[in-house]
């Protein structure tokens, strides 16, 4: 099971998010766990991820979160406002899936 932590800045339409990703996870049998969190709260739950994804509304922390997740060795990504607002689960899909996978190529290498 792959494992992600979704980043945000006090998680109201960050429920919403994680609620269309896990039903598209769901129906497309991927065995993946998304779990959502504060920014502030990142070194609490950082070395159970396997991928962080930073919601839209934290961009401008982005150099902070990318440096923390590059001392925990973790691929972090901005989500892209576009996918982050979409309903449509295959574009959810779509962007995630490549990652998780980038992600198990890294650690099959070690």
């Known amino acids: 099971m792959k494992k992600i932590i979704l980043l945000c800045a006090l998680g109201m339409?960050?429920?919403i998010t994680v609620a269309k990703i896990?039903?598209?996870f769901a129906e497309e049998?991927?065995?993946i766990e998304l779990s959502a969190y504060s920014e502030n709260?990142?070194?609490?739950?950082?070395?159970?991820?396997?991928l962080v994804l930073l919601a839209p509304q934290i961009a401008y922390?982005?150099?902070?979160l990318m440096e923390e997740c590059a001392k925990h060795?973790?691929?972090?990504?901005v989500f892209?406002?576009?996918?982050?607002?979409?309903?449509?689960?295959?574009?959810?899909?779509s962007f995630i899936k490549p990652l998780i996978e980038e992600v198990q190529?890294?650690?099959n290498s070690k």
């Open 13 to 15: 339409s960050t429920s």
């Open 41 to 50: 709260q990142l070194v609490d739950y950082i070395d159970d991820a396997d």
């Open 105 to 107: 190529k890294g650690q």
């Open 22 to 24: 896990r039903r598209a």
């Open 61 to 64: 922390l982005e150099d902070e």
């Open 80 to 93: 892209p406002i576009d996918i982050y607002a979409t309903s449509d689960k295959n574009i959810l899909i």
């Open 73 to 77: 060795h973790k691929k972090c990504v």
């Open 29 to 31: 049998e991927l065995d």
